[in-house]
Protein backbone atom coordinates (compact mmCIF):
# COMPACT_ATOMS: atom_id res chain seq x y z
CA UNK A 1 0.00 0.00 0.00
CA UNK A 2 2.69 2.42 0.83
CA UNK A 3 4.51 1.70 -2.53
CA UNK A 4 1.16 2.02 -3.96
CA UNK A 5 0.50 5.12 -2.46
CA UNK A 6 4.53 6.70 -3.13
CA UNK A 7 3.73 5.50 -6.85
CA UNK A 8 0.31 7.63 -7.62
CA UNK A 9 1.33 10.69 -5.46
CA UNK A 10 4.92 10.68 -7.94
CA UNK A 11 2.48 9.96 -10.96
CA UNK A 12 -0.21 12.54 -9.79
CA UNK A 13 0.59 14.69 -7.27
CA UNK A 14 -0.22 13.97 -3.42
CA UNK A 15 -3.80 15.77 -3.64
CA UNK A 16 -4.63 12.65 -6.21
CA UNK A 17 -4.20 10.05 -3.66
CA UNK A 18 -7.38 9.56 -1.55
CA UNK A 19 -7.96 6.50 0.28
CA UNK A 20 -10.92 5.54 -2.06
CA UNK A 21 -8.57 5.91 -4.60
CA UNK A 22 -5.94 3.98 -3.34
CA UNK A 23 -8.10 1.21 -2.15
CA UNK A 24 -9.30 0.84 -5.48
CA UNK A 25 -5.72 0.98 -7.16
CA UNK A 26 -4.27 -1.99 -4.90
CA UNK A 27 -8.44 -3.52 -4.93
CA UNK A 28 -8.95 -3.23 -1.41
CA UNK A 29 -11.58 -2.72 -0.03
CA UNK A 30 -11.96 0.69 2.33
CA UNK A 31 -12.60 -1.80 5.82
CA UNK A 32 -9.23 -3.28 5.05
CA UNK A 33 -7.47 -0.45 3.81
CA UNK A 34 -8.14 1.31 7.15
CA UNK A 35 -7.03 -2.11 8.72
CA UNK A 36 -3.62 -1.30 7.67
CA UNK A 37 -3.61 2.77 7.56
CA UNK A 38 -6.53 5.67 9.31
CA UNK A 39 -6.40 7.80 7.06
CA UNK A 40 -4.27 9.64 4.30
CA UNK A 41 -1.51 11.02 6.47
CA UNK A 42 -0.87 7.68 7.95
CA UNK A 43 -0.24 6.70 4.40
CA UNK A 44 2.09 9.87 4.00
CA UNK A 45 3.71 9.31 7.12
CA UNK A 46 4.50 5.68 6.14
CA UNK A 47 5.91 7.15 2.86
CA UNK A 48 8.36 9.43 4.56
CA UNK A 49 9.54 7.19 6.60
CA UNK A 50 9.95 4.40 3.87
CA UNK A 51 11.89 7.88 1.77
CA UNK A 52 14.15 8.96 4.68
CA UNK A 53 15.39 4.57 4.98
CA UNK A 54 16.28 4.99 1.22
CA UNK A 55 17.45 8.15 1.26
CA UNK A 56 19.99 7.47 4.04
CA UNK A 57 20.67 3.78 1.73
CA UNK A 58 21.98 6.61 -1.05
CA UNK A 59 23.84 8.78 1.35
CA UNK A 60 25.60 5.81 2.78
CA UNK A 61 26.71 4.77 -0.52
CA UNK A 62 27.90 8.03 -1.68
CA UNK A 63 29.97 8.31 1.29
CA UNK A 64 31.22 4.66 0.67
CA UNK A 65 31.79 5.42 -2.95
CA UNK A 66 34.04 8.46 -1.81
CA UNK A 67 35.59 6.74 0.98
CA UNK A 68 36.35 3.32 -0.40
CA UNK A 69 36.41 4.30 -4.02
CA UNK A 70 36.18 2.20 -6.79
CA UNK A 71 38.42 -0.36 -7.36
CA UNK A 72 40.61 -0.13 -3.29
CA UNK A 73 40.89 -2.56 -0.79
CA UNK A 74 40.01 -0.50 1.73
CA UNK A 75 39.23 2.68 3.21
CA UNK A 76 40.80 5.86 1.43
CA UNK A 77 41.37 9.38 2.08
CA UNK A 78 38.82 11.19 1.25
CA UNK A 79 38.95 14.91 1.17
CA UNK A 80 36.19 16.75 3.45
CA UNK A 81 34.81 18.78 0.68
CA UNK A 82 35.01 15.49 -1.40
CA UNK A 83 32.86 14.01 0.63
CA UNK A 84 30.24 16.43 1.41
CA UNK A 85 29.86 17.26 -2.26
CA UNK A 86 29.08 13.64 -2.79
CA UNK A 87 26.72 13.28 -0.36
CA UNK A 88 25.12 16.91 -0.92
CA UNK A 89 24.56 15.52 -4.50
CA UNK A 90 23.66 12.24 -3.31
CA UNK A 91 20.60 14.42 -1.48
CA UNK A 92 19.69 16.37 -4.05
CA UNK A 93 20.00 13.75 -6.87
CA UNK A 94 17.39 11.68 -4.82
CA UNK A 95 14.51 14.88 -4.11
CA UNK A 96 14.70 15.70 -7.63
CA UNK A 97 13.76 11.91 -8.90
CA UNK A 98 11.48 11.42 -6.01
CA UNK A 99 9.66 14.57 -5.33
CA UNK A 100 6.41 13.33 -3.90
CA UNK A 101 8.32 10.95 -1.34
CA UNK A 102 10.74 13.82 -0.47
CA UNK A 103 7.81 16.14 -0.01
CA UNK A 104 5.94 14.17 2.53
CA UNK A 105 9.62 13.32 4.28
CA UNK A 106 10.10 16.92 4.26
CA UNK A 107 7.76 19.14 2.96
CA UNK A 108 4.02 17.97 3.75
CA UNK A 109 3.54 17.93 7.68
CA UNK A 110 3.11 14.67 8.62
CA UNK A 111 2.88 12.69 11.74
CA UNK A 112 6.46 12.36 12.95
CA UNK A 113 8.50 13.36 15.39
CA UNK A 114 11.58 15.04 14.02
CA UNK A 115 14.72 15.37 16.05
CA UNK A 116 13.67 13.52 19.20
CA UNK A 117 14.35 10.50 21.24
CA UNK A 118 10.41 9.57 19.73
CA UNK A 119 11.85 9.65 15.74
CA UNK A 120 11.78 6.63 14.07
CA UNK A 121 14.92 5.21 13.21
CA UNK A 122 15.07 5.72 9.60
CA UNK A 123 14.76 9.31 10.49
CA UNK A 124 17.74 9.14 12.49
CA UNK A 125 19.20 6.95 9.95
CA UNK A 126 19.12 9.81 7.23
CA UNK A 127 20.14 12.56 9.35
CA UNK A 128 23.15 10.23 10.59
CA UNK A 129 24.69 10.25 6.81
CA UNK A 130 24.69 13.21 6.78
CA UNK A 131 26.38 14.20 9.99
CA UNK A 132 28.86 12.08 8.95
CA UNK A 133 30.03 14.07 6.21
CA UNK A 134 29.51 17.41 8.16
CA UNK A 135 31.26 16.36 11.54
CA UNK A 136 34.63 16.58 10.02
CA UNK A 137 33.90 20.21 9.01
CA UNK A 138 32.86 21.30 12.67
CA UNK A 139 35.14 23.75 14.08
CA UNK A 140 35.85 23.49 18.20
CA UNK A 141 33.13 24.44 19.83
CA UNK A 142 30.14 24.22 17.10
CA UNK A 143 27.41 21.80 17.98
CA UNK A 144 27.25 19.15 14.77
CA UNK A 145 23.73 18.18 14.75
CA UNK A 146 23.26 21.95 14.48
CA UNK A 147 26.00 21.80 12.03
CA UNK A 148 24.38 19.27 9.87
CA UNK A 149 20.68 20.65 10.60
CA UNK A 150 21.99 23.55 8.49
CA UNK A 151 23.70 21.99 5.68
CA UNK A 152 20.50 19.80 5.22
CA UNK A 153 18.78 23.05 5.49
CA UNK A 154 20.86 24.67 2.75
CA UNK A 155 20.05 21.76 0.72
CA UNK A 156 16.54 21.18 0.96
CA UNK A 157 16.55 25.39 -0.01
CA UNK A 158 18.33 24.57 -3.08
CA UNK A 159 15.93 21.63 -3.93
CA UNK A 160 13.02 23.46 -3.03
CA UNK A 161 13.81 26.70 -5.35
CA UNK A 162 15.09 24.73 -8.18
CA UNK A 163 11.71 22.62 -7.96
CA UNK A 164 9.70 25.63 -7.67
CA UNK A 165 11.29 26.98 -10.96
CA UNK A 166 13.03 29.68 -9.09
CA UNK A 167 16.70 28.83 -9.32
CA UNK A 168 17.24 27.71 -13.03
CA UNK A 169 18.23 23.73 -13.11
CA UNK A 170 21.40 24.58 -15.41
CA UNK A 171 23.35 25.53 -13.05
CA UNK A 172 22.72 23.77 -9.84
CA UNK A 173 25.93 21.93 -9.94
CA UNK A 174 27.40 24.77 -9.45
CA UNK A 175 25.65 25.71 -6.77
CA UNK A 176 26.31 22.86 -4.82
CA UNK A 177 30.30 23.33 -5.34
CA UNK A 178 29.67 26.86 -4.00
CA UNK A 179 27.86 25.56 -0.95
CA UNK A 180 29.79 22.73 -0.66
CA UNK A 181 32.85 25.45 -1.14
CA UNK A 182 31.74 27.58 1.38
CA UNK A 183 30.59 25.38 3.96
CA UNK A 184 33.54 23.60 4.22
CA UNK A 185 36.05 26.23 4.14
CA UNK A 186 38.20 24.98 6.82
CA UNK A 187 39.49 21.41 4.95
CA UNK A 188 42.23 19.49 3.07
Request: net charge negative; hydrophobic share 45%; charged share 25%.
Amino acid sequence: MVTAARELAEAERWNAVTTRRLAAEIEYSQPVRYSHFKGKDAIMTAVAVEGCAELATELAAARRAVTEGPGTSGPRAAGVRELLAAVGEAYTAFARRRPAQYDAMFTHVVGLPFATAEAPAALWEAFDELARAVEPIAAEGDEPGLLTETYRASLHGLVTLMRSGRLPEETHGRRLTLLTGRFAVRTD
